[in-house]
């Protein structure tokens, strides 16, 4: 390696831009969260459409078989939440969960 | 636990969707990229803007790397890339001058004189010739490594160091 060798590799560490830069990284995680953001809504956008294609393709053919299911299972969803409701409201997990507990 | 060894698992880690284990390649690579895509196209704002993109580019083909290749290679790859489609756009030769200028840290007026006959040198050596200066005299960048970052033969890349390099000497006025 000669004398100008040694010049040039000073003159180009000069402009080396710091090893540790905080601010740059930050940047572009910002980015890769807003990217990865965008990216999880589309699939999301797109996930739905296919679910609400498929749905309207197959309801003339689940539709009646459904609401008959609905009709049967009301009572047993009502008095289920009931008891939910009861269970939660007198457990004292419960209550301190809703905020209730003094 | 070696250099390369950590940078596998963090690709690892950053190919199951691990946001911290990117960050920390962010981390690692961002000094060397930003200062080969600066001597590179010339232009710091816009090497700023490619380094970034660089990095966003290769979070979204992470999944396209060859976890026995070489990621820095693979990363400055994506960046030279990147800087070639820039400069073609757009070739801003005022403005790079000027942001060179304007960047440019206390130094001596020895060290100024020098610096500025250096990135006069260096912004009129081909692109090609310029980086691969950039990668093997300003990095630390290998001859192979460097003919894999520009996807060109080894010979060539030894030849653009050889008279780059001798055009940068003759600019500071020194002599083989």
């Known amino acids: ?102 | 636990m070696s250099l390369a060894d950590q940078t596998k698992d963090l690709i690892q880690a950053a190919l199951g969707g691990s946001d911290q284990a990117f960050s920390r390649l962010v981390e690692t690579n961002q000094g060397a990229l930003r200062a080969f895509l600066r001597r590179s196209c010339g232009d710091w704002g816009l090497a700023e803007d490619l380094a970034q993109e660089t990095f966003l580019l290769a979070w979204e083909r992470m999944d396209r790397f060859d976890p026995q290749a070489s990621f820095r290679a693979w990363l400055f790859g994506i960046g030279y890339r990147l800087c070639l489609a820039a400069l073609r756009k757009d070739r801003r030769a005022k403005a790079r001058d000027r942001a060179w200028l304007e960047t440019r840290g206390a130094a001596s007026e020895a060290d100024l004189a020098d610096r500025m006959a250096l990135d006069q040198a260096m912004s009129d050596l081909p692109l090609d010739q310029r980086a691969s200066v950039a990668l093997c005299l300003a990095g630390d960048f290998s001859h192979a490594e460097a003919s894999e970052v520009l996807s060109l033969p080894l010979g060539t890349v030894k030849s653009h160091v050889a008279r780059g390099r001798a055009k940068l000497i003759e600019a500071l006025g020194g002599k083989e």
Do not use: N
């Open chain 1, 1 to 102: 390696m000669t004398e100008m060798d040694d010049r040039l590799s000073v003159l180009f560490a000069m402009d080396e831009p710091r090893v540790s830069s905080p601010r740059f990284v930050a940047e572009v995680m910002e980015e890769v969260a807003r990217r990865r953001f965008y990216r999880d809504v589309q699939t999301l956008c797109l996930l739905t459409f296919v679910v609400s294609a498929l749905l309207v393709t197959v309801w003339p053919f689940i539709g009646p078989g459904v609401e008959t299911l609905i009709h049967a299972l009301t009572p047993a969803v009502f008095a289920g939440s009931v008891a939910l409701s009861l269970l939660v409201l007198t457990s004292r997990r419960g209550l301190s969960l809703l905020g209730l507990e003094t």
